[in-house]
């Protein structure tokens, strides 16, 4: 039976609950316990440990305890974890798409694709694991030996956002076993039973006890505050908004942690005179709608060429009527709802604001019926370029598009914000779009691309969108630190 027409209740009584510390399930200190919505019915799907201060204790308590023994593993020891557990991973997508799809909203469908590319980075750190290099060379002066070597950071504490919910663990947990971290792992408490889903796979994988520690928790700060400012915790790593992030640094400050932050993004998706209209429209779709807009690295705002502004927008409204709103596990669903209550009200809130300022709704524009969460796929246009619509991370399904006259604006209206996570550019000229690589402030760009996410690939932003890399050859060093060792020159004469 597919986990597609499998029975849900039972699906969903069969995933892990309580709380993972040293390496056993455990309900919390307090025996509280929260709910854990479904967005597209506002129904109870489980009721999750809620982790108190103490539980947040006991859990950097073990990973401590862990961390001698897991960082003298051998790489192979901890890449054959990795792959047993990508295996394992993928054998149960469709456990893994279902609870997606409950806790979170996004379509089967995606839910799916988000499996695949979580599961990558299991599989890209259990490949870079062996790889962990240092180096020896002779300094410049020809007589000192320079040894350098890479080792695990230590404890790590890892804050996972809601929208990706096994991606996002995945992206920070797997480069953290591959280096020899242990970690304590806090998933959202809007979407844990994903991330708990992946430490029952870890687990069966022969992931050691204490190496990760799970605790979904409603009290967040309470919780974390006293991590961060533990001397046992080696290394902070959050994904999520710049403002939490901010907060998170400052923190961090007190251990002089090393931190890796991914923060929020305000996304340009730039069409230039010379682009494939077709192939940008394609790649507007993705940009924008992947995961229901629900993404920091969505299209936040459309600046197109004033000279194609009207054939675009007509493509692209046409593909965006197209998409249909239904809960995530409805076979004809290809936008689920938003995951909450106050998300879906902050997308309306946008959209009222930018129509008041002078937008105009080519498409959509509203809040659907319930029960859940939902909000219609949007397009607006005539937006004013002052517009607040147009400096605020929307997270949801609205397209807001202005237009431009020349590369110059075009370049100067993506870097009027302080945020650089992604751009997204089409043209036909491979000198402009070599020009933006290095005129874009931003951590990545995807040209002629709408996705530019992938497990090989340094994902991360510059200015306020964050603080380091996540995935390619640079993810693990955020869980490395050099040592350099000086050699007294091997060939001077010692003294008898
Ligand atoms: C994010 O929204 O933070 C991550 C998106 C991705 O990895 O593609």
């Not at 597209?40 to 440990?49: G, N, S, Y």
């Not at 996304?267 to 993705?286: E, M, W």
Request: charged share 20%.
């Amino acid at each position: 039976m597919s986990a597609t027409d499998r029975d849900e209740h039972a699906f969903v009584a069969s995933l892990p609950t309580d709380l993972y510390i040293a390496g056993e399930w455990r309900a919390a200190s307090t025996g509280d316990r929260f709910d854990v919505i479904d967005p597209a019915t506002e129904k109870v799907l489980a009721r999750v440990a809620d982790a108190s201060v103490a539980d947040g204790e006991s859990a950097l308590a073990a990973a401590h305890a862990a961390q001698h023994e897991w960082g003298r593993t051998a790489p192979r020891e901890r890449a054959e974890i990795l792959r047993r557990a990508f295996d394992l991973v993928t054998a149960r997508a469709d456990d893994f798409a279902l609870a997606m799809t409950l806790e979170m909203g996004k379509p089967l469908a995606e839910a799916r694709g988000e499996v695949a590319y979580g599961a990558e980075f299991l599989r890209w750190f259990s490949e870079e694991a062996p790889r962990i290099a240092g180096r020896y060379s002779t300094a410049p002066d020809g007589r000192n030996r320079l040894l350098v070597v890479q080792r695990p950071v230590g404890p790590s504490l890892l804050i996972t956002p809601w929208n990706f919910p096994l991606a996002m663990a995945t992206r920070k947990v797997a480069p953290a076993i591959a280096a020899g971290c242990t970690m304590v792992l806090k998933p959202a408490a809007l979407t844990p039973l994903t991330a708990l889903l992946l430490t029952e796979v870890l687990k069966e994988a022969g992931l050691p006890a204490g190496v990760l520690n799970v605790i979904p928790t409603t009290h967040a700060e309470a919780v974390t505050g006293p991590l961060i400012k533990d001397a046992r915790l080696r290394k902070l790593s959050f994904t999520g908004s710049t403002e939490v992030g901010r907060r998170l640094i400052v923190d961090a400050a007190d251990q002089v942690l090393k931190v890796s932050m991914e923060l929020g993004g305000n996304a340009p998706f730039i069409v230039f005179d010379d682009a494939d209209i077709d192939a940008a429209v394609d790649g507007a779709v993705l940009a924008k709608m992947r995961n229901g807009g629900e993404a920091c690295v969505a299209a936040n705002r459309f600046l197109v060429h004033e000279s194609v502004c009207a054939e675009f927008t007509e493509k692209f409204t046409a593909r965006i009527a197209a998409f249909v709103t239904a809960r995530g596990t409805e076979p004809h669903s290809t936008m689920g709802p938003l995951v909450d209550a106050a998300t879906r009200d902050k997308v309306a809130a946008l959209v009222e604001g930018a129509v008041t300022e002078g937008s105009r709704v080519a498409l959509g524009g509203s809040v659907l019926p319930g029960p859940g969460y939902f909000y219609a796929p949007t397009v607006l246009v005539d937006v004013p370029h002052d517009a607040a619509i147009l400096r605020e991370e929307i997270f949801g399904p609205v397209a807001p598009i202005i237009t431009f006259t020349s590369e110059e604006e075009a370049v100067r209206l993506a870097n009027s914000t302080p945020f650089g996570l992604v751009c997204f550019a089409y043209t036909r000229d491979l000198k402009r779009g070599l020009r933006l690589a290095e005129t874009l402030e931003t951590g990545m760009l995807g040209l002629n691309a709408g996705v530019v996410s992938n497990a090989a690939a340094p994902f991360g932003g510059v200015k306020q969108s964050g603080l380091g890399r996540e995935g390619g050859a640079e993810g693990i060093h955020e869980y490395l630190e050099t040592t350099y060792v000086g050699i007294a020159d091997p060939f001077a004469e010692t003294a008898e």
